[in-house]
């Protein structure tokens, strides 16, 4: 609704955020702030990350779920939240 | 000669062992089995040598030369019934045992020569089938032939007879066809020509699929069988609700087809609050692990350090008028934003911060009025009870999308007249209802009770201006209603609370009793702001004025143990939840005092100025009831939070070898202390300087009963 609207608006707008990417469970990108190359790539490379890190999390103890994952590079930092459906991509600069 | 049968013997074996001279002369004399000394057997060896070979006196050229001894050696030679072929040790395999087994005894038998015969025994089957087709008449048949000539009249006579009898005799053992009028007839019938038919079905559709068995896929699995079984349980139960049923099937087509995105909305959250800690990661990370170190260095003084700001733009007019900590979710509080002026009323706004993000508030509510107090519920965190500058109060469920409240007063159920100052849950009372406590200046305490979709109102005391009880003989009017403008109820204590009016009186009050007060302090100058009793003290509560003082008060006791002066009005002052001794009051020149009686009973051992501009008032400060840190609220609408350096949040020293009581006991006795002190100035070195630091200089009080 209008709420997540908005605060998907705030994400994009705060300080040091490049883009930002939603995610379907195919991982299949809906909506994005970066070009369309950039997005599917960012899209199918993280989706298998992060199903790879869930399964990790989920074989050691099945009651335990992922939260989110953070990648922290040299240039950026990529910040992968995964929900049942959707996941929601966010390249951010922080020291900016 | 006997050399010779020697030497012949040996040339035939060679240079070979000795003992196999023995089969071999065995085998030669196979039949005659006898045993002879050497002379014997040389002589008949020699017998036969001589019959076979003539006179052979030829020494060959390679004939070992032996010693007279070694050729009158006598040589033993026994002659068996062994077969030399067969061999000696015949091991088998054994498969019962699994392994190789020897035979015990090996067969000796050697055929020489076999030849098959052309004989036959007369009686065996090969010799009667024989006989049969010979047609020689048997035995047993001649009975049988005598009755069958009278049967059989065919032409040929005798011989036919004898070939019928043949017939039957052959019955017996084989059925022969008829040599003359047997007539086999053969025909072939029509072989149908043969076509292959063949039929090909479409292949049924395939699909590769490939999946992972991990550990939580199969939990998943379970789960969900578990959630479906449940599920029919309760359908079972709930059998006769079908408009229900037909309810939930529309929900959850309108669900599918409402918009995507509103399932991103909690993945959206945390990706917020992410971005928002990589932003302020300093900030973060001092609020965890920055200590001042150099408090070390400062006896009797500590700082605040300045840490998130929240600010929100919509609020940006109204000013912070009440602040509260959530108890269930230590990072969430609630921040009431108003205004205290009374020509500037307008609009006001409930809003929650959570400290993971502090850019947007995770909940905010606009109201129609002012502002002016609010509490959230102990045990139920979704419940926040707001008073309102027109006088209403109202419940809010954070648990509802919707911006109005669940409750509101109106004029018609008992709203205050005036603004209300101070709302407080209480314990559910018996019937399980939710209820609070309000106090207005209409001079009104009233108790709302949250019954099913309503507020019940039940007035509890009403505050009447001390002195006009008494109806003066000059017929004066009905004594006039104070203002409260504070309570606070006791901790322990559930009945006792005590109400600070605007005359600048405290009074101590039951619920019990709703026309008289329990006692009375003479507080202030001007109207008392706040009014806490201490957390841990069962007697101690502290109460601030816009007259510029802090005074801390014995309950038993009717003039204040300490009296603190600021230089400023005073917005508010609470206490901390970690020390008895410690407390933290605003005021309206933007200072923080923290003090700490243990320490130093006559000054803040923090004084600091929190906001930029000098003329920013500060209107409320909360402690964290588990971080160490404070929220202060000023009257621009921003909120901010400061962390509280080591030195104010000091325990007090643990002796050697004496492990520390830990507890609100160890609080209590502190305070004790402290008071027993003030109680015994005897015992205090003759000291009759005030307990307390004004700029009017020392007013001596009496602490004596």
């Known amino acids: ?96 | 000669m006997p050399v010779t049968h020697k030497t012949l013997v040996k040339s035939k074996q060679g240079s070979n062992a000795q003992s196999q001279q023995k089969p071999l002369a065995a085998k030669t004399a196979k039949v005659v089995s006898k045993k002879k000394d050497e002379d014997d057997g040389t002589e008949i060896g020699e017998g036969g040598d001589e019959w076979m070979h003539g006179k052979t006196l030829i020494k060959p050229p390679d004939q070992l030369d032996l010693t007279e001894a070694e050729l009158k050696e006598e040589f033993t030679r026994i002659l068996t019934a062994n077969n030399p072929h067969a061999p000696q040790n015949i091991v088998r395999y054994s498969f019962k045992e699994r392994s190789y087994k020897p035979i015990s005894s090996v067969d000796q038998l050697a055929v020489h020569f076999f030849l098959e015969g052309n004989l036959l025994h007369r009686d065996s089957d090969e010799a009667r089938r024989q006989k049969a087709k010979q047609g020689l008449p048997d035995e047993k048949a001649t009975v049988v032939t005598e009755t069958e000539d009278e049967k059989l009249e065919t032409p040929g006579g005798g011989e036919d007879g004898a070939h019928s009898v043949d017939s039957k005799t052959g019955k017996k053992e084989q059925k022969l066809t008829n040599q003359f009028n047997f007539s086999e007839r053969a025909s072939q019938t029509l072989n149908n020509p043969l076509r292959e038919r063949g039929c090909q079905t479409e292949p049924p559709p395939r699909a590769s699929f490939s999946a992972t068995a991990n550990q939580w896929e199969i939990y998943d699995v379970y789960l969900e069988e578990m959630q479906k079984q449940e599920k029919n349980k309760e359908k079972a139960k709930a059998v006769p609700k079908k408009e229900d049923d037909k309810g939930k099937k529309k929900l959850t087509l309108v669900e599918t087809q409402s918009d995507d995105l509103t399932k991103v909305a909690k993945v959206a959250k945390i990706i917020e609050r992410m971005v928002n800690q990589n932003t302020f990661d300093d900030i973060a990370q001092d609020f965890r692990y920055f200590e001042d170190a150099s408090d070390e260095f400062r006896e009797q003084e500590g700082t605040l350090l300045p840490l998130w700001k929240f600010q929100y733009d919509q609020a940006k007019r109204l000013s912070v008028t009440a602040l509260c900590w959530n108890q269930s979710y230590k990072d969430l509080f609630a921040v009431g934003l108003g205004s205290y002026d009374f020509t500037k009323q307008g609009r006001g706004m409930l809003v929650f911060y959570s400290l993971k993000n502090s850019t947007y508030p995770e909940y905010n509510y606009p109201t129609t009025s002012g502002i002016l107090c609010l509490d959230i519920h102990p045990d139920r965190p979704y419940l926040v009870a707001v008073g309102f500058y027109d006088g209403c109060v109202a419940v809010y469920n954070l648990k509802e999308e919707r911006p109005e409240p669940v409750y509101k007063s109106s004029s018609k159920s008992g709203k205050h007249t005036d603004p209300v100052w101070q709302v407080r849950w209480q314990k559910d009372d018996m019937d399980n209802h939710q209820n609070f406590f309000s106090v207005s200046s209409d001079g009104r305490v009233v108790s709302w009770t949250l019954v099913k979709s309503e507020l019940v109102f039940t007035d509890i005391i009403k505050l009447s201006l001390v002195g006009a009880v008494s109806e003066g003989p000059e017929g004066v009017p009905p004594p006039t209603m104070a203002c409260g403008t504070s309570f606070d109820f006791h901790k322990q204590i559930n009945y006792l609370f005590l109400v600070g009016t605007e005359e600048g009186k405290i009074h101590k009050c039951s619920k019990a009793y709703s026309s008289q007060f329990l006692e009375t302090y003479d507080a202030h100058n001007m109207a008392v702001d706040a009014v806490k009793w201490n957390q841990f003290h069962p007697k101690v509560f502290i109460s601030c004025s816009s007259d510029w003082t802090v005074k801390i008060w014995d309950h038993t006791i009717r003039t204040p143990v300490f009296i603190f002066d600021l230089n400023a009005a005073v917005g508010d002052v609470a206490w901390s939840p970690y020390s008895s001794t410690v407390f933290a009051a605003v005021t309206a020149d933007g200072k923080v005092h923290v003090f700490d009686l243990g320490i130093n009973k006559y000054e803040a051992i923090c004084q600091q100025p929190v906001v930029a501009k000098k003329k920013t008032k500060l209107t409320h400060i909360e402690f964290n009831p588990v971080y160490p840190i404070i929220i202060v609220g000023d009257d621009r609408g921003y909120v901010t939070s400061l962390k509280l350096s080591p030195n104010l949040r000091s325990k007090p020293k643990e002796k050697k070898g004496q492990e520390l009581p830990r507890g609100p006991e160890v609080e209590i006795a502190k305070m004790e202390k402290l008071l027993s002190l003030l109680r015994e100035p005897e015992n205090s070195k003759g000291r009759t300087e005030s307990w307390c630091q004004t700029d009017y200089g020392p007013q001596a009080l009496d602490f004596r009963r």
Do not use: C, W
């Not at chain 1, 955020?17 to 599917?40: H, M, Y």
């Not at chain 1, 993280?46 to 869930?54: F, I, N, P, S, V």
């Open chain 1, 1 to 96: 609704q209008a709420e997540v609207e908005e605060t998907l608006k705030r994400i994009q707008t705060h300080k040091g955020v490049i883009g930002t990417i939603v995610v379907n469970a195919e991982g299949i990108p809906i909506r994005t702030t970066l070009d369309n190359s950039t997005t599917v790539q960012y899209a199918g490379l993280l989706h298998q990350l992060t199903m790879k890190a869930r399964s990790t999390v989920r074989d050691i103890d099945p009651q335990n779920d992922l939260t989110f994952l953070r990648i922290r590079s040299k240039k950026h930092e990529i910040m992968v939240a995964p929900d049942k459906e959707y996941m929601l991509i966010v390249i951010q600069n922080p020291s900016e």
